[in-house]
């Protein structure tokens, strides 16, 4: 073998350990990514069921019922809605027409399946993707304004 060979073998093992190691990185990040949607996202270029993601949105006036521990609601940008389906208790500040943001996956039926419901902390506050999300469909109404 001569030394020339040698050399490129040598790099040849390098960018494959390499690309294997970047390999892994992507898939690792794949699995631990979560990317938030808002109703009208999801109108446009549906999630794949099984794929865990953050909806986010205004929870749909007179949408909220609630079974024992199921509760069913949906999540609006006023142009799109979501059916949500979610076991267990919400935030206090939970409420119809306020900001929430919904972390699941959804179902072969077209319903997310939350696995945690985040409300907001505050009369003022919502969520940048929310709001961002309404500045999109043009709902944004600031503060102030009616």
Do not use: C
């Amino acid at each position: 073998m001569t030394r020339k060979r040698r050399r490129l073998y040598i790099v040849l093992s390098g960018l494959a350990v390499l690309g294997l190691a970047a390999a892994l990185i992507l898939s690792s990040f794949q699995d631990s990514l979560v990317f938030f949607h808002s109703p009208s996202d999801l109108a446009e270029k549906p999630v794949p069921p099984g794929r865990t993601f953050r909806l986010g949105g205004l929870v749909e006036e007179g949408s909220f019922v609630k079974d024992g521990v199921t509760i069913t609601f949906s999540v609006t940008d006023t142009a799109e809605s979501v059916p949500v389906t979610y076991e267990g208790l919400v935030p206090d500040l939970f409420r119809e027409g306020q900001g929430v943001v919904a972390e699941g996956q959804m179902n072969d039926e077209g319903v997310f399946v939350a696995s945690n419901v985040l409300a907001k902390h505050d009369e003022n506050y919502m969520p940048p993707e929310v709001a961002d999300s309404l500045k999109k469909a043009g709902q944004w109404k600031a503060e102030g304004s009616n």
